[in-house]
């Protein structure tokens, strides 16, 4: 059997249908976020091990229906989420990050014009027809951090190089403005 979210279809269609998908796939089945995974993994020192992440697993559920009471307005909610490889912008050092995107979204043809639901995001199709994967695809990738780190500073490298620091030099520190009152004193 085809699997239904690489399958091209109306919105209208898979909303009369009522469709549910609920799937795990892989990685590498989203071409542009595996791409972003490994351009930052190309990031990382040659040194370090970077795991094969175009095996790992998003979980994806979607539910086609309508967004009108009249059905002349397919939508679909649901959500994606998967765990990813990162480079922490803190210490430079692989991580872990959990991308998920809850989605709501309406359909309409780029030349309706329809004042939206406020809850609902529109999604404008140049064609009749969409693969449900693309919706999936750019709304991850949306929901992809602009700056990875680790989900706990306790895990992340610059923190300890941080609390190393401030330890062994919290009396060495230079304040340059400590005598500013005494000087403007003495001037005056």
Do not use: Y
């Not at 059997?1 to 469709?19: D, G, S, V």
């Amino acid at each position: 059997m085809a699997n239904p979210l690489l399958l091209r279809a109306k919105p209208e269609f898979l909303a009369r249908r009522k469709q549910v998908i609920e799937s795990i796939e892989k990685l590498s089945s989203f071409k542009r976020l595996a791409a972003i995974v490994a351009q930052d993994l190309g990031a990382l020192d040659t040194g370090q091990d970077t795991p094969d992440f175009r095996a790992l697993p998003v979980t994806v559920k979607l539910e086609f229906g309508w967004a009108d009471a009249r059905e002349r307005w397919p939508k679909v909610q649901g959500m994606a989420a998967a765990r990813l490889p990162a480079v922490c912008q803190r210490c430079l050092e692989l991580c872990e990050i959990e991308v998920s995107a809850n989605i709501n979204v309406m359909f309409l043809q780029s030349s309706d014009t329809r004042s939206a639901d406020e809850a609902l995001e529109i999604w404008e199709l140049e064609q009749d027809s969409l693969v449900p994967r693309d919706l999936v695809e750019e709304m991850l990738v949306m929901a992809m951090p602009l700056a990875a780190k680790h989900a706990r500073i306790e895990n992340c490298g610059a923190s300890l190089v941080a609390s190393d620091d401030a330890t062994s030099s919290s009396q060495d520190k230079v304040r340059p403005f400590a005598n500013l009152k005494k000087q403007i004193e003495q001037s005056r």
